[in-house]
């Protein structure tokens, strides 16, 4: 299948730092990429959706100043976690598609803010 | 509003044993369904989807059938094995939108 590669795959910041994850689709082009976020036991919240060129698209509930957004390429998009606190320490997850295929999932990211 | 439920795991089996992973859902209008695994250190990848009611999606032995009138998608396997170990997930995806949402997880635990 498709290969989508997220980096890094652990990082540990202080709190008050940016963190930038980025989230790239190796063979195919990715229209639409998705962020995710998981916490401890719980499920998969999907936080944003973004499409190549445009503005992305955030859940109810999630700081788009604090989680920005950018698909700027058909293969790369990348999260960053602004002014980050502990409370933003968590498991976060992209996924990509291409146009008429299914979301194929980078392996996560664990982001640590001490 | 749309959600899953998936039972709680982990579930322990021996190899050779019948497996099955309850999966009910909430969602506006006819989603399409879809079940993910994650095994250890992997992204997830899909197993198997089911687009429409009473459609049967199948892969390595999986299958689930997207029951409209109880709102389910069970998770099956006839016969697991050591490799089957790993985090399942079931998700629909609304209807008309590329969204997945996403239980919890079961784990799922295979011993020789």
């Known amino acids: 299948g498709a290969v989508v590669s997220q980096h890094p795959s652990r990082v540990i910041c202080k709190s008050g730092t940016s963190v930038k994850i980025e989230c790239r689709s190796l063979d195919f082009q990715a229209t639409t990429m998705f962020w995710y976020r998981q916490f401890p036991k719980k499920s998969l919240m999907l936080m944003a959706t973004s499409n190549e060129g445009s503005k992305a698209t955030y859940e109810q509930g999630v700081e788009k100043d604090k989680f920005l957004i950018n698909h700027a390429s058909l293969t790369l998009s990348t999260l960053t976690v602004t002014s980050a606190h502990p409370e933003d320490s968590s498991f976060y997850i992209c996924s990509a598609r291409g146009p008429g295929t299914e979301a194929f999932f980078g392996q996560g990211t664990r982001l640590t803010v001490v | ?112």
């Not at chain 2, 089957?84 to 995806?93: G, M, R, T, W």
Request: glycine share 8%; charged share 20%.
């Open chain 2, 1 to 112: 509003g749309n959600s899953v439920t998936q039972m709680e795991g982990p579930v322990t089996l021996s190899e050779e044993a019948f497996l099955t992973i309850n999966c009910t859902y909430t969602a506006t209008g006819y989603p399409s369904l879809f079940w993910y695994v994650q095994y250890p250190g992997e992204g997830l990848q899909l197993l198997l989807k089911a687009t429409k009611a009473d459609d049967k999606g199948s892969n390595k032995g999986f299958e689930a059938t997207y029951r409209k009138e109880t709102t389910s998608f069970h998770l099956e396997k006839g016969s697991v094995q050591v490799s089957d170990s790993a985090v399942y997930f079931c998700a629909p995806s609304p209807y008309n939108t590329d969204k997945l949402i996403f239980g919890t997880g079961t784990r799922l635990q295979v011993f020789p």
